[in-house]
């Protein structure tokens, strides 16, 4: 058997969707980017008192490295439901939650093409409402080399265009895999280039939650 055949039998599977988000079957992880098919993403977003939670990706991934990006995301396999995305959580902050306990925001859509990496993915998103301390979380090295939090309403500030730059602060993890207290200064293409509107429609979701809405239109 070809080297290239083994490696497509042993890759992850995804369910792929027609544009209206319509199942037509499944494709290996490295399809579906190659060929830019519709899949699933889950993300979750969790915030405290206003501030939202931002993981930083690691300096080693493929795709959009040491960028910052939602608190918790990962793509759903073939079978999977949005409610096994939450195993993201725990696997990449190192915190066990209830699918309960989250609410669902709504389903988003992102399509983005960078150096040959074709992203289209349909994104099931949640919000967690949570006190968690930074500093107690356990960031998966080979996805996770920061965790920072910021204002909401800073957030749409730079998104929106009225300031260039703002602050987050949070933790590290350093080479010894434990947390150390950092501050940073960042700009709209210190995250993941997923457009504007992506954030924007988050944050402002998220403003809503914080302002007495706790159920939404899915």
Same mark, same amino acid.
Not at 77 to 103: H, M, N, Q, W, Y
């Given at each position: ?24 079957? @499944? &494709? !290996?992880?490295? %399809? ?16 405290? $008192?206003?501030?939202?939670?931002? %993981? %930083?990706?690691?300096? %080693?991934?493929?795709?959009? !490295? ?5 608190? &918790? &995301?990962?793509?759903?396999?073939? /079978? ?13 902050? /190192? ?7 989250? #609410?669902?925001?709504?389903?988003? @859509?992102?399509?983005?093409? =960078? $150096? ?8 099931? #998103? ?7 301390? +930074?500093?107690?979380?356990? +960031? *998966? ?35 010894? $895999?434990?947390?150390? =207290?950092?501050?940073?200064?960042? =700009?709209?293409?210190?995250?993941? !280039? ?10 402002? #979701? ?5 302002? /007495? *809405?706790? @159920?939404?239109?899915?």
């Amino acid at each position: 058997m070809p080297n290239n055949e083994r490696k497509l039998m042993t890759e992850e599977l995804i369910d792929i969707y027609d544009e209206n988000m319509n199942p037509i079957g @499944t &494709a !290996p992880r490295s %399809q579906v980017h190659k060929e830019g098919l519709w899949h699933k993403a889950f993300h979750c977003w969790i915030a405290r $008192n206003n501030k939202v939670i931002f %993981q %930083q990706r690691s300096f %080693q991934k493929i795709e959009s !490295p040491g960028l910052l990006g939602v608190s &918790a &995301a990962g793509h759903l396999s073939t /079978g999977e439901a949005p409610k096994d995305g939450i195993r993201e959580i725990e696997e990449e902050l /190192g915190i066990k939650v209830d699918f309960d306990k989250l #609410t669902k925001l709504y389903t988003g @859509t992102h399509a983005g093409n =960078k $150096n040959n990496y074709i992203n289209n993915e349909f994104n099931p #998103t949640y919000l967690l409402e949570s006190e968690i301390d +930074l500093a107690e979380l356990k +960031l *998966q090295p080979e996805e996770v080399d920061g965790i920072y939090e910021a204002e909401v309403e800073n957030i749409l500030k730079l998104f929106r265009g009225e300031v260039n730059f703002i602050k987050l602060s949070g933790y590290k993890r350093t080479a010894e $895999n434990s947390l150390e =207290k950092s501050e940073i200064k960042v =700009k709209r293409e210190d995250f993941e !280039p997923k457009g504007s509107e992506f954030y924007i429609k988050a944050m402002e #979701t998220i403003k809503r939650y914080f302002n /007495g *809405q706790k @159920t939404f239109e899915n």
